[in-house]
């Protein structure tokens, strides 16, 4: 028996030096010389300083810009919130009868209120999964256009045509919703304003 | 719901089935020792492996031993992966210097890696480095590996003229070698082409537009995220699981994930029909499982497309829930993903379960108690093999014929020890639900008021019993409360019931095979089919339907009041 175990810690080992390490480091290999972009985490580099990443949301709350989704995430040492802590994902996990998920709704709504006069989309005040959420619907970026507009002093109609560059669509026609990437969108908004 | 979202799940589905016949006699052909493409490659992998073991995987083995070297083989890996996530501090490896885990969470880790649940009770991007990273991925690669050859293991048991179940470490490494490893290593490589990160450096440091600082975690995940779906795994290189962009950054990644989820339990039922000689049989098993399957996913898709009606009321707009979601998803990738992850038992969630919709949040909770639809990798085909002994029984009774299975009689022994192993599931659920909900240290991990409280409790249950690992996240699952009982029932979920399958193999293995004669009982007919599946429900429905009613079912009519709590 003692035989029997000592062969399988044998096993265990070697088979996690294999498949546990050798695999993943490989992989990391692999993925750094093919996909060198996409392998460190789709990062924007400009003026030689890491902005962020494009598939990471970050907080856009400064007038003139594009909002993104509330995000539940908390700073891992306080335990206070941090929204888009990108060292820390995590959803409100609020259930639907919840009374706290109607009180942050409510409060999302009403921070909203100066940047969308209308009908507020859905997915700009409810928090997204990750709390790292990189994008909003279509729909909730033009409606936040005239209000951009307003703080930006850039034509509605030109903010209109620099969302629709930014905005992607399902894949395939079937899968995913047409969204636009926040970042992206400011980064473009920025470039059009000529900072 | 909209008609791109149905026609995608359908595309998916048929796209899924068509891979899963070709992956599914592949397998077959990997167990028995045939020929196959990859042997050229696999064989000095193999050698390798055994040798540096110093295992001679020949010869075969009966229940017992294939039994002891299961579980004598688990215990190896577990101490292995205790040991290195014990001294994460002292090991390399470790970039953000990240120091030593809670005892109780390292208990609570292993035992639900080792069991293929993937439970987490640690904020991943906070605690472990890598190394203790790879230590998972590890068992992420072992322990369906084993699922897999344990369920060939009792398939070998009806099969005609065998005097033995197989060698156990011979099936172990060939699954690793021939099934999991070429399949996660071309699905890696396409994840990161998808935009999933994997690099050995530490978090990058970002200046946002905004003008703050943004620690942005990432790592190795591309190779994490492959054989953490494949394997029917699920636990996430993030705290937020696939829905983190860097695990799974848009729809194509999201359609691999799902693939990978669902590809070996379905190939694994046409598996099963390449040993039984009988693909009808096959057939009409996956017929009424992806029947049941279809009708679940489209409960959650249309109860999250309808969205809540309190929420709604406050937008003075109706829209779908997008609370706890993803705007790359959509809803209908969203619930694609939620009934995928609980059907295959995975527990990867692309979407927060505690903020689904109540009825939304049923599908999952349903499907990891039926524990049968499709299931995990291997564990999966054993629970629907284990109903279809009872079946057999219960249609046997009503005719007056003994009950007879694929050639072999089903007799008191073996419907004695199925039935056993039915029970244990609901048993473990149910009792340790009660004793959380009956103490305060329980009570205490509740985090949604009202009757979702009861569904987080029974949901953390159902999913450590069922070995998904999927959770309503709100439950303060760290608590020692909770890292100790959901340690306690993963290992009760994974092995009392894989052990007393290896009996009834074992028993079965030891009967002669009676032909098919006009007095028997057919199982391969779809009225079987359906009878099978009525008794899935039935059984699913009496355990389990008082918890439904006074969790989900009782919220979802109070959302519809307009109630909250």
Redesign the interface.
Known sequence: MIQ??W??????????V????G???V??G???V??PS??????IVQHG?????S????????PG?FRG?PSATVN?VTGRPQP????????????????A??QA??QS?SSLRGQIAG?????L?????????????LQAALAQVPAVSRQTGIGRARLRRLVAKEAEG????????W?VNV?KL??AL?QVEGR | MTAHGLLGDALFLLVLTLAAIPVGRYMYRVFEGEKTFLDRLARPLERAIFRLAGIDAEGGMGWRAYAVAFLVSNLAMAVLVYLLLWLQPDLPLNPAHLGPIPPTTVFNTVASFITNTNWQVYTPETSLSYLSQFALEFLQFTTPAAGIVVAIAFVRGFVQGRGDLGNYYRDFVRALSRIFLPIAFVAAIALIAAGVPDTLSGPAIAHTLGGATQVIARGPVAAFEAIKQLGTNGGGFFNANSAHPFENPGPLSNLIEEFLMALLPTALLFTFGEYIKNRRQAWIIFGVTMTLFAVLLLVVYSSEAAGNPILNHLLGATGPNWEGKETRFGISGSSLFAAITTAFTTGAVNAMHDSLTPLGGFVPIFQIMLNTVFGGAGAGLLNILMFVIITVFVTGLMVGRTPELFGKKIESREVTAAAAAMLVHPFIVLAASAVALSTAAGRAGIFNPGFHGLSEVVYAYASSAANNGSAFAGLGAASPFYAVSTGIVVLLGRYVSMLLMLYIAGSLLAKKTVPASTGTLRTDTWTFGWIYLGIVLIVGALTFFPVLALGPIAEQLSMLAGKVF
Do not use: C, K, W
Not at chain 1, 119 to 123: E, L, M, Q, S, V
Not at chain 1, 170 to 177: A, E, F, I, R, W
């Open positions: 029997h175990i062969r399988n810690l044998r096993l265990a080992l070697t088979i996690f294999i498949f546990g390490l695999y993943s480091l992989l990391a692999i993925g750094n093919l996909f996409q392998a460190q985490g789709s990062l300083q890491v902005i962020g990443s598939l990471i949301g970050q907080s856009s709350q400064g810009l989704r891992a888009y802590n990108a060292d820390n994902s995590a959803g409100s996990n609020l259930g639907p009868t919840n009374p998920l109607l709704v409510r709504i009908a507020i989309p859905g997915n005040v409810e928090s997204s999964a990750s709390g790292l959420d990189p994008e909003i619907t399902p894949l395939l026609g079937l899968y995913g919703p969204r970042l400011n980064l920025r």
